[in-house]
């Protein structure tokens, strides 16, 4: 399973884009990259995933390099309640499983 | 639509007891995965199911098993209860298996033994 690669932490001020990078260089052509987050002791939040293209919802964007080497997942206006540790997750491509490997994420500190 | 819903949330055993926790995932979904979260390790996957079959296990010990309903609930259950089972357990649906389908997760259960 391809690993990746997240700081341990950010801030951002209150009302600016955030920015998380995420480097996941052994990715395979047929695995999809996946962000979640998690606030304080609750369950993960599924926030946008991808193959190559560059995604977006109405809670960020993704952005995949052409390599697909690394993305960005982007918050373009954090607020307070965006506070909290964001996961990369590269998701195997075959054996048809739903396991997902969570590192250690980067935690994303929104100020004021 | 109702989300993942785990019973329940807070739970508090003795070392060697057992204990059974649950899982009822979106209605409509098939595949139920289960985590182990705790602040050494992080979240570490448990096992997953679909179509009450086991796909797909993680490395922890027998103690640890799961099963699946035919209306796709699911339960694990964790037997001889160790100091070091206390953890946020996380239960995560959705609608079938693959790379490309997004999993929703419960508020989890806060197991604590003592």
């Known amino acids: 399973d391809a690993k990746t690669t997240q700081p341990t932490s950010m801030d951002c001020a209150e009302g600016r884009a955030a920015n998380l990078p995420c480097n996941h260089s052994t990715i395979s052509g047929n695995e999809y990259v996946y962000w979640y987050r998690q606030i304080h002791s609750q369950g993960p939040q599924y926030i946008i995933h991808?193959?190559?293209n560059n995604e977006t919802n109405e809670m960020a964007s993704l952005i995949i390099t052409e390599d697909r080497k690394s993305s960005t997942l982007i918050l373009p206006h954090a607020t307070l309640r965006d506070t909290a540790v964001y996961y990369c997750?590269?998701?195997?491509?075959?054996?048809?499983?739903?396991?997902?490997?969570f590192g250690q994420g980067t935690t994303l500190q929104v100020k004021p | 639509k109702a989300g993942v819903t785990q019973t329940p949330r807070y739970l508090i055993k003795t070392r060697g007891q057992q204990v059974t926790l649950s899982c009822s995932p979106i209605?409509?979904?098939?595949?139920v995965s289960w985590y182990q979260q705790t602040p050494g390790q992080g979240l570490q996957f448990l096992f997953e199911y679909f179509s009450e079959t086991q796909r797909n296990k993680g490395n922890f010990p027998g103690r640890f098993s799961g099963r699946q309903f035919s209306n796709s609930r699911s339960e694990m259950n964790v037997s001889t209860l160790e100091l070091g089972d206390s953890a946020l357990y996380l239960c995560?649906?959705?609608?079938?298996?693959?790379?490309?389908?997004?999993?929703?997760f419960g508020q989890g259960t806060r197991l604590t033994v003592v």
């Open positions: 995560a649906s959705s609608s079938r298996t693959g790379a490309n389908t997004e999993a929703f």
């Open positions: 997750i590269v998701r195997p491509g075959s054996g048809n499983t739903g396991k997902l490997i």
């Open positions: 209605s409509g979904h098939r595949s």
């Open positions: 991808g193959l190559k």
